[in-house]
């Protein structure tokens, strides 16, 4: 196929995420992926400022992870996990219990970030009603959350934002607190931030099994940051009422915040942890969930302690070899140094855009930039002038942000940054026009 058949066929026949079949989105199509580099079929090189959804920290087509993914094929792809093991299985699951909190020493490996969530939710219902308290089933959570796509991860995401109207009588009605305020930094934390969680958690805990949010960044819901104090304060709530915590740390995890996990920086430990995305260093599909011997061990309630799920790709070896490649290419990095200096720069370049009546907001945190607008941006728009400024960057709503691969290269950054003010000042001067009726 040429690549303009390629196009067609794709605008036709084939949903993208969040895409509409009768007014879609045309895709760009790929043809390889270098470092910090994605070559489209059409010939134009554009600059990464996604790692392709938080997954690629390393870049694309890494020898290391190549080699690992390759070694692991000449051994076997796939194999079920129901009464097998392997070693990348065990080899993963030391790595990810060695690296996070001490607490968490059991691992279950699922197939998707939302699955992970579902898997986290089920361990937390499962665990109350092994102690005979079959009360505890609500979920109390956070607006301006998003833990995934699947009907158990989707109810406990942004009411407003979050597809509940659209599922209204599906969807389990859980418990949202307020969202947490807004942090820019540590001097901002005040003692009534915590109230409206405080109140919602002292009123319903009796009913209530897990408290599930995602730590420092709210990802999809916003991008929003907010203070480790209010992290430390619900840990210390949901001891105080005997209620689980549930980190989602599938966009967080991995450096990204500028720790190796954002819940790090409020010095606490969750009962039950979710990892994805970053896992595999973007090379394929994979999560897993961390508990702590008292949930894994309080779980159980025919008294033989079966956990209810197990998807059929669990633990692919192909996944778990490339996850353990990726995490030992990160430790043995200087990654933390690479993450300031993408933070400072990004801070220092994006703040030109806070002169635009347009932009409302311009915050860094770790290597994540985000230029939020005044007003949603028109992606037929936006994604195509983004292309031709030779760089990937995937605006929505109201957010035009990034978060580039941690081997990324300042002018490689300068690049981003720079279009984003180009970009952004055009729909600045296109806003203006629209106003004054032209
Ligand atoms: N939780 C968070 C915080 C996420 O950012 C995402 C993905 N955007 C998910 C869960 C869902 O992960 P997946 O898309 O792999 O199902």
Known sequence: MTPDQLIAYDKTHIWHPYTSMQNPIPAFPVASAQGVEITLETGEVLVDGTSSWWTALHGYNHPVLNEAVTEQLGKVAHVMFGGLTHAPA??????????????????????????????SIKMALQYWLAQGR??????????????????????????VNGMHD????????????????????????????????????TEHHAEIAAVILEPIVQNA??????????????????????????????????????????????????????????????????????????????????????????????????????????????????WQTRVMSIETQMREELSACLELDIVADVRTKGA??????????????????????????????????????????PAQLSKLTQAIFTVVSEFDQQAMQNNSGK
């Open 90 to 119: 065990v080899a993963l699951a030391k790595q990810l219990i060695d690296i996070t909190s001490e607490n968490l020493q059991h691992v279950f490996f699922a197939d998707s970030g939302s699955v992970g969530v579902e898997v």
């Open 134 to 159: 079959s009360e505890k089933h609500r979920l109390l959570t956070v607006r301006s959350g998003y833990h995934g796509d699947t009907f158990a991860a989707m109810s406990v995401c942004d009411p």
């Open 166 to 201: 659209m599922f209204t009588g599906v969807l389990i009605k859980h418990l949202f607190a307020e969202a947490p305020p807004r942090s820019a930094s540590p001097a901002q934390w005040q003692d009534s931030d915590i109230d409206a969680f405080k109140t919602m958690i």
């Open 221 to 334: 819901g916003g991008i929003r940051f907010y203070h480790p104090e209010y992290l430390r304060q619900v840990r210390a709530l949901c001891d105080e009422f005997d209620v689980l915590l549930i980190l989602d740390e599938i966009a967080t995890g991995f450096g990204r915040t500028g720790s190796l996990f954002a819940y790090e920086q409020a010095d606490i430990e969750p009962d039950i942890l979710v990892l994805g995305k970053a896992l595999t260093g973007g090379y394929m599909t994979l999560s897993a969930v961390l508990t702590s011997r008292k949930v894994a061990h309080g779980i159980g309630s025919d008294g033989q302690g079966v956990l209810m799920h197990g998807p059929t790709f669990m633990g692919n070896p192909l996944a778990c070899s490339v996850a353990v490649a990726s995490i030992k290419l990160l430790l043995e990095s200087d």
């Open 368 to 409: 994540i930039g985000v230029v939020e607008l005044k007003q949603a941006v028109d992606m037929h728009w936006i994604q195509p002038r983004f292309v031709e400024l030779g760089v990937w960057i995937r605006p929505f709503g109201k957010l035009v942000y990034i978060m580039p691969p941690f081997v990324i290269e």
